[in-house]
């Protein structure tokens, strides 16, 4: 169960080449990639830079681990591309790359996402258990074969749906370490915009769009209504309803905003609103929920590029395979499992003395920050009465002097940071703010 396909099979480190344009470029940074076979018929695609640092040793420096939202996502091709790999997506080095202040270690996660494959569809993740599961399969075989990683910090960094996955991984991890099954010095967990209590995004999506005048009070009556459909199936245990109708007040908030972007109130896609209008009275449900938040991970150009030079570079990917063709039926597989909360898991976290960090992008709306602090402020943790009574501090914006660039409060092992200017893909928008946080949670500033 745990057979590894390694990058060139020998498990060379070896210095990166990607292919652009026929020619070589080279990439200062030491790889490796491979696939662990995680279950029978699931097969699972890692990808870890090592950290590239002109002051420090990649020993001294933490490992990351990113984990991609959707559920269908690719960590290795939209979080490596997009948002905090050495290189973007036209193959051009990223100043803000994270790969700058630690090791990267990017997971195609759950199985079916990115290069990630599964024999059949029954083989696909039904709930974050399950994927939990399929990680520490992955983490036991990687902190086996990268040695010198089991001493070296070791942080699980998350986006939207990867922050749901995150913190049931990390619990998982946290009983795995006390087990002795995985040797590996697990420093802490970062919730970035995460869907780790749903209803509560839904219930302010209306309030937030209120108060930023994209409705008036028609339509924050009508997307509070149909909020409240949502609500309703979930208290009734109803969650595969409760997701169809958290997709059906999706479509009352695009009607009522003239097709706001879900994922920075700010941005607007003229083409994807288009296609909103075309298609929205004949697909179902849950295919309205995949051309939201599937199809944005894997824009036109991102795919040619995964499914050319980068497959090209890497030389392990099956010929079967295309990457990101199971995406969609990921996200389909985990369609139960879309509205049910995990409060609870980081309740257990916090409780176990795990670092726990929540960040959230002022302008998102799929994850508005208002819906994070409700759940926040319903947690069980002992710290939490002083935590809310602290004053925030403001950070500095790195790219503009005398600006604010985020919020942040720490208190014991909880901290959360209200970052400015930046919507739910918080490393695209907001790099050098987003680097900098990296620094801070990982202890390097």
């Known amino acids: ?13 070896l210095f990166a080449v990607v292919f652009q344009k026929g020619s070589c470029v080279p990439v200062q940074a030491k790889e490796s990639w491979g696939y662990v076979d995680v279950r029978d018929g699931a097969h699972m695609f890692w990808w870890l830079y090592y950290a590239n640092s002109s002051s420090a040793s990649y020993e001294e420096l933490p490992l990351v681990m990113w ?11 939209f979080g490596n591309f997009e948002e905090i790999g050495p290189l973007d997506r036209d193959l051009k080095p990223r100043e803000t790359s994270w790969v700058h202040a630690s090791s990267v270690l990017f997971v195609d996660n759950p199985v079916g996402t990115g290069y990630s494959y599964t024999d059949s569809e029954g083989a696909l993740t039904k709930d974050v258990a399950m994927v939990a599961s399929d990680m520490m399969v992955l983490l ?8 010198e990683f089991q001493s070296i910090p070791f942080y699980i960094f998350s986006e939207s749906y990867g922050g749901k996955m995150a913190a049931a991984i990390s619990l998982e991890l946290t009983k795995a370490i006390q087990a002795g099954s995985i040797k590996c010095n697990f420093a802490g967990v970062a919730l970035g915009d995460s869907w780790i209590s749903p209803i509560d995004s839904v219930m302010t999506w209306g309030p937030y769009l209120y108060s930023t005048s994209f409705l008036d009070d028609n339509g924050l009556a009508e997307v509070n209504k149909a909020a409240k459909g949502v609500q309703q199936a979930l208290e009734q245990g109803q969650y595969q309803k409760a997701t169809e109708m958290w997709s059906i007040t999706e479509n009352v908030v695009e009607q009522n905003t003239n097709g706001v972007n879900f994922y920075n109130i700010l941005t607007q896609d003229p083409d994807e609103m288009v296609k909103t209008s075309l298609v929205q009275s004949s697909e179902g449900l849950l295919s309205s929920l995949k051309r939201r938040h599937i ?35 990921v996200f389909v597989s985990m369609a139960g499992d879309f509205m049910k909360p995990v409060v609870n898991i980081v309740d257990e976290l916090l409780a176990a003395g795990v670092n726990v960090t929540v960040y959230n992008g002022q302008l998102d709306l799929i994850v508005d920050t208002v819906g994070q602090e409700l759940w926040v402020k319903r947690l069980k943790w002992d710290g939490l009465q002083y935590f809310n009574q602290m004053k925030w501090t403001a950070l500095e914006d790195p790219q503009t002097e005398n600006q604010t660039g985020a919020f942040y409060k720490t208190y014991k092992n909880f901290a959360f940071y209200w970052i400015l200017k930046a919507g739910h893909m918080i490393p695209s928008d907001q790099g050098p703010m987003a680097l900098r946080m990296l620094k801070m949670v990982t202890q390097q500033e």
Do not use: D
């Open 295 to 329: 199809r944005p991970l894997h824009r036109q150009s991102l795919s040619e590029l995964m499914n050319g030079p980068i497959r090209k570079k890497l030389g392990v990917i099956p010929k079967n395979v295309t990457w990101g063709g199971q995406s969609g039926a």
């Open 1 to 13: 169960m745990e057979r590894s396909w390694i990058g060139v099979l020998t498990v060379m480190l």
């Open 67 to 77: 984990l991609q939202g959707g559920p269908g996502g690719s960590s290795c091709g």
């Open 140 to 147: 036991k075989y990687f902190f086996s074969l990268k040695t």
